[in-house]
T-cell receptor, first 113, second 111 residues
Framework: EAGVAQSPRYKIIEKRQSVAFWCNPI?????LYWYQQILGQGPKLLIQ????????DSQLPKDRFSAERLKGVDSTLKIQPAKLEDSAVYLC???????????FGQGTRLTVV | KQEVTQIPAALSVPEGENLVLNCSFT??????LQWFRQDPGKGLTSLLL?????REQTSGRLNASLDKSSGRSTLYIAASQPGDSATYLC??????????FGSGTKLNVKP
């Protein structure tokens, strides 16, 4: 079974630039999550989708972050404009439905300089 | 708000030792608890999922227990190996759609 795919693996941008990350969840998984993991900390939920609807985006900095889930499958997370403090690993995860086992992708390591 | 704490933050043991990692959470009304492993520069690998009605789950040398009433879970690793070196994270489903992580325990198993 294919896992959660994310791209790119690494990205370096200057502050105030924009960047986008892509996630393809496990086939058939209705729930998709984006997490931000700052070095030395546990992942923090940014946004959760159930199919193509947003379930929770309470911790998403909406002035600069946006996310969408196309047709309830792939998802993109965008940052515009980026700040130095956005440097982190961005993890995508999916689960069959809510409260079931979550599976994570390899993550995208973002460095903002 | 649910808070998940993992102690210790780091642990170093010699190969072959049995060890216990701890996870505590402040709100006992959880649905599930999941343990993950994270290798440097990598994503999270799911180890064990314990549903709220269960007391423990086992997979190979790993055993995870859950005590909802006290807000605690432990991950027991038997006969540790250098390949077990990684950061171990626990996460809880507080309700149907909120999933909170601890900050992890970084384990180093010395050959």
């Amino acid at each position: 079974e294919a896992g959660v795919a994310q791209s790119p693996r690494y990205k370096i941008i200057e502050k105030r630039q924009s960047v986008a990350f892509w996630c393809n969840p496990i086939s058939g998984h209705a729930t998709l999550y984006w997490y931000q993991q700052i070095l030395g900390q546990g992942p923090k939920l940014l946004i959760q989708f159930q199919n193509n609807g947003v379930v929770d985006d309470s911790q998403l900095p909406k002035d600069r972050f946006s996310a969408e889930r196309l047709k309830g499958v792939d998802s993109t997370l965008k940052i515009q404009p980026a700040k130095l403090e956005d440097s982190a690993v961005y993890l995508c995860a999916s689960s069959l439905r809510q409260v079931t086992e979550a599976f994570f992708g390899q993550g995208t390591r973002l460095t903002v300089v | 708000k649910q808070e998940v704490t993992q102690i210790p933050a780091a642990l170093s043991v010699p190969e072959g030792e049995n060890l216990v990692l701890n996870c505590s959470f402040t709100d006992s009304a959880i649905y599930n608890l999941q343990w993950f492993r994270q290798d440097p520069g990598k994503g999270l690998t799911s180890l064990l999922l314990i549903q709220s009605s269960q007391r423990e789950q086992t997979s190979g040398r790993l055993n995870a227990s859950l005590d909802k009433s006290s807000g605690r879970s432990t991950l027991y690793i038997a006969a540790s190996q250098p390949g077990d070196s990684a950061t171990y994270l626990c996460a809880v489903w507080e309700n149907f759609n909120k999933f909170y992580f601890g900050s992890g325990t970084k384990l180093n198993v010395k050959p």
